[in-house]
């Protein structure tokens, strides 16, 4: 089979090959997908250039999410009950990515989608991740939160799902630009980092909306931002690192004396841990409110494994207004 490999982090752009390689083959409660869409989101770059939580042995075939027919089951319940079915996945081998014309995958954690939009639903993951965050948040007793690059894929579905639960949102954004398109689909908070009176403004919001919550995508000094100034004994789940930069926290000041929480979140991570009963319930929810808003998020352009393979390096510079796919098969 045909697959991009990464075979080093210098210069990664400029040393990515198609090769081929042996069809892997799942071991029991895995499964084997014939990958139709493959991710090229943020956290894929951030794999490519090694910042990312998972640091990945070389040489590694690319690709952290993908959609396609599972063709081959390794064994037991939660394999074989997708056998020949359409699934939502993340490789279940780091060596395993999605950039490639087949995958293996967990089968407790891979997805039945349906066969409705199949493309779209390389978006699914961030369904999921709204959903799961705002529950924990709405589980953990808060009513309002801060979400910074909030005009992002996974900010607006956190924001439509964030209304449907009654849940206050302080959004952040970089630009007028993406502040207009929060307004426009009835965000009623919305600030500009840019803003001369930015701290003072989100204190001030925090404190009247009572805001003890915050997701952070982007980290670096927009985690520490947040620390200083979210009421005290607030909870910060970080999702991302968008700035690309070291977050330098005053542990003391900003977290201890405040009684801060700060958490990572990976959305792989979190499905592994559910019991199959909550997995089934968010896969209800964010199913709901993926097919409710997924239309609304664009798709780019549509590539090959050797397109995709020589672009790689400007494929992932306009997150927000779309997102290009790799097509093994193409």
Do not use: C
Not at 25 to 44: G, N, Q
Not at 60 to 68: A, P
Not at 262 to 279: E, H, M, P, V
Not at 298 to 317: D, H, I, P, R, Y
């Amino acid at each position: 089979m045909k697959a991009i490999q990464v075979n080093q982090y210098a210069n990664v752009y400029d040393n990515l090959e198609v090769v081929n390689i042996k069809r892997p083959t799942p071991s029991y409660s895995e499964v084997l997908v014939k990958v139709e869409s493959a991710s090229l989101f943020p956290s894929d770059d951030l794999i490519l250039n090694n910042n990312y939580v998972e640091k990945r042995a070389l040489p590694f075939i690319g690709g952290s999410i993908g959609v396609g027919t599972v063709v081959e089951s390794g064994g037991g319940f939660f394999a074989n009950r997708l056998l020949n079915k359409k699934v939502y996945f993340v490789p279940g081998s780091s060596r395993s990515g999605t950039w490639a014309e087949y995958a293996l995958a967990d089968g407790k954690t891979s997805l039945a989608v349906g066969k409705s939009n199949p493309e779209h639903y390389i978006n699914f993951g961030n369904s999921l991740t709204a959903v799961a965050l705002v529950n924990d948040a709405i589980k953990q007793g808060h009513k309002s939160m801060v979400v910074n690059a909030a005009a992002g894929n996974v900010g607006r579905l956190i924001n439509y799902y964030a209304k449907l639960k009654n849940i206050n949102v302080i959004n952040v954004v970089r630009t007028e630009q993406q502040q207009a398109l929060l307004k426009n689909m009835g965000a009623a908070t919305v600030i500009l980092e840019s803003d001369k009176r930015f701290d003072l403004k989100l204190i001030a919001l925090a404190k009247q909306l009572n805001a003890t919550y915050a997701i952070d995508s982007v980290s670096g000094i927009q985690l520490s931002g947040l620390l200083k100034n979210l009421p005290n004994s607030s909870d910060v789940s970080v999702i991302g690192n968008l700035s690309g930069d070291e977050a330098k926290v005053n542990v003391m000041q900003d977290v201890i004396a405040k009684g801060h929480t700060i958490q990572g979140f990976a959305i792989a991570d979190y499905l592994a841990k559910q019991s199959t009963f909550k997995l089934l319930s968010l896969l209800r929810n964010a199913k709901r409110l993926h097919n409710q808003y997924s239309e609304q998020f664009t798709l780019g352009q549509s590539l090959s494994l050797e397109q995709a393979s020589t672009n790689m390096s400007v494929l992932f510079k306009n997150s927000t207004a779309s997102l290009s796919i790799i097509k093994p098969h193409k």
